[in-house]
């Protein structure tokens, strides 16, 4: 589950309702404030003993949770931006999942908005199969930088239909080889405001999906 939570309307506890009726089992919640923080690490640790922050004052704040023991947290770069590359212990195996943040531009044609694409599927190139990316692109799925990343990288998208009634997407999930997307929705607030996606995978063949919404 992805959570942009300075897209989210409602209060706190709604939220934390809503998760505990999904129950995913892995969620990234980005552009947090403090107090949000505190809240959902102190009322969802039972369920995701596992978790990584990444502390900033902009948006680049990141917390994952997870039900899965976290075995390593690499830290990469984009335009001088902190990502996180969290490796989870999945029933054996190892889940590999990249959440990451884009910086919208002033101007969306801008060299400095096109490279960070260029940036993330660099780094992608060099790592293994089977691994998913999810976050905040600030682009919609059919920029020329979404579009080269996907031809750059050979990543699948796991987004199959939009809603152009409702809005342009930005938040998305890509997966590798070895890994089957049997599920992606959007997730809106009680006002019908989308604030994340929810993604079900099926990784390595296992029959018990990895839920990551």
Same mark, same amino acid.
């Given at each position: %589950?992805? *959570? ?9 506890? +709604? ?6 009726? /999904? ?6 919640? @980005?552009?947090? +404030? ?22 900033? $004052? ?6 994952? %949770? ?8 690499? /830290?990469?770069? $984009?335009? %001088? ?16 999942? *990249? =959440?990451?943040?884009?910086?919208? @531009? *002033? ?9 960070? +694409? ?9 790592? #293994?199969?089977? =691994?998913?990316?999810? !976050?905040? =692109? ?5 920029? #020329? ?7 750059? /990288? ?9 809603? =152009? ?13 070895? &890994? ?17 996606? @929810? !993604?079900?995978? &099926?990784?390595? !063949? ?6 990551? @919404?």
């Amino acid at each position: %589950m992805h *959570i942009n939570v300075f897209n989210y309307q409602n209060d706190n506890k +709604t939220l934390l309702q809503k998760i505990k009726k /999904t129950k995913p089992d892995i969620i990234s919640f @980005e552009e947090w +404030t403090p107090d949000f923080k505190k809240y959902f690490l102190e009322h969802l640790q039972g369920d995701y003993p596992y978790y990584s922050v990444m502390n900033s $004052i902009d948006a680049d704040n990141k917390i994952v %949770m997870s039900k899965y023991k976290i075995n390593k947290v690499d /830290t990469f770069y $984009i335009n %001088m931006h902190p990502q996180l590359d969290i490796f989870f212990d999945y029933k054996g195996d190892t889940a590999n999942i *990249i =959440f990451v943040y884009l910086f919208p @531009e *002033i101007k969306a044609k801008s060299d400095a908005f096109y490279l960070q +694409t260029v940036q993330l599927a660099d780094y992608v190139k060099t790592k #293994k199969n089977p =691994f998913i990316i999810v !976050g905040d =692109f600030n682009q919609v799925y059919w920029s #020329k930088g979404i579009r080269n990343f996907l031809l750059d /990288t050979k990543l699948k998208n796991a987004r199959r239909y939009v809603s =152009f009634a409702k809005r342009n997407p930005y938040e998305h999930i890509f997966y590798s080889n070895g &890994i089957f997307c049997n599920d992606l929705q959007e997730v809106y607030d009680n006002n019908n405001e989308p604030y994340g996606i @929810e !993604g079900v995978f &099926i990784i390595n !063949g296992k029959i018990n999906s990895l839920s990551l @919404e």
